[in-house]
């Protein structure tokens, strides 16, 4: 078999990093950054995120090309769905 | 046999790609009204246990873990090793449960459950700084019931999905030649716990900074 098997050092490596990113997000919540809180909460969320596909979900090591397209296509209808909704809310003018 | 695990593995990312649609709507929801009420979304994201929530947040990540490692004890045809991981998973899952059945819990004693007998009174007396309007802190207490509810239906099902993958490990249907549904099992886990690491801090910690 030519599958690349990763070292377990790697999964614990993510793993630590992992909990370190969750305990820092719990931690940076409770500072006064104004708007930017909610911007570092998804900046950390989503780098978290990224980490688990790439490493856990074994994106990193995929040749299969077809597998990003699938990742990239879920992720743009996702913004369809959420920029255009509140492009929509956002320009309605309520009373 | 490498071609057929490829074509199983994109047709769980395609499964996967609807399901992003699928929590995308209650995300999409979720925005919206915390755009319309952002005060009644910051007073009750205080009110929401947040050492329960960061602690089920790690509880997933090690669930996470050992899922990734199942992976690789099936590649290299540790079956007792690949067994012991499964269960290992099931129980950080159960665990999971546990605690979020016990916020749910709490949040029914304090009557935050949307219905006719919900009161956030106790919020507004709480945080006296954040004026809030009970009938749209209803609306953040069912988009939080809805999100919560919906993930932990996912978890229910993959705990589903990994006893089954456990009974087959164990009757040693999986070695280093075959582990398709150990990978495609293991993709939809990672795929719950990355939902979770999104409504984490868009439930939890909506507004933790100090009150003036």
Request: proline fraction near 3%.
């Amino acid at each position: 078999m030519s599958e690349h098997i990763i070292p377990a050092k790697t999964y614990y490596t993510i793993w630590v990093l992992l909990l370190i990113l969750t305990g820092l997000t719990a931690w940076v919540a409770t500072i006064d950054l104004g708007p930017l809180n909610t911007v570092v909460a998804l900046v950390i969320a989503s780098s978290k995120a990224l980490i688990v596909v790439l490493f856990f979900m074994h994106v990193k090591y995929t040749s299969e090309k077809m597998t990003k397209v699938v990742i990239v296509s879920a992720l743009f209808w996702l913004v369809i769905l959420l920029a255009l909704s509140m492009v929509d809310y956002g320009t309605r003018h309520f009373s | 046999m490498e071609q057929q695990k490829d074509a199983v593995t994109l047709g769980m990312w395609l499964f996967l790609a609807t399901e992003i649609m699928f929590f995308g709507g209650m995300f999409c929801a979720y925005l919206i009204y915390r755009n319309w009420y952002p005060n009644e979304f910051a007073a009750g994201s205080r009110s929401i246990d947040l050492i329960l929530g960061t602690v089920n947040t790690a509880v997933l990540i090690c669930s996470s873990l050992t899922v990734a490692l199942s992976v690789r004890a099936a590649q290299m045809g540790k079956r007792m090793l690949l067994v012991g991981l499964l269960i290992l998973t099931m129980l950080f899952g159960l665990a999971f449960l546990g605690i979020k059945g016990k916020e749910w819990y709490d949040k029914y004693k304090e009557h935050h459950v949307p219905g006719a007998s919900f009161d956030a009174s106790d919020i507004a007396r709480e945080y006296p700084q954040i004026p809030i309007d009970e009938s749209h802190e209803q609306i953040f207490f069912s988009l939080y019931f809805a999100m919560t509810g919906l993930h932990a239906l996912h978890m229910i099902i993959g705990l589903g999905i990994f006893t089954w993958l456990t009974v087959m490990a164990w009757k040693g249907r999986y070695g280093p030649e075959y582990h398709a549904p150990i990978e495609i099992g293991g993709l939809y886990w990672h795929f719950v716990d990355i939902v979770w690491i999104y409504l984490f801090p868009l439930l939890y910690l909506i507004d933790r900074k100090p009150l003036k």
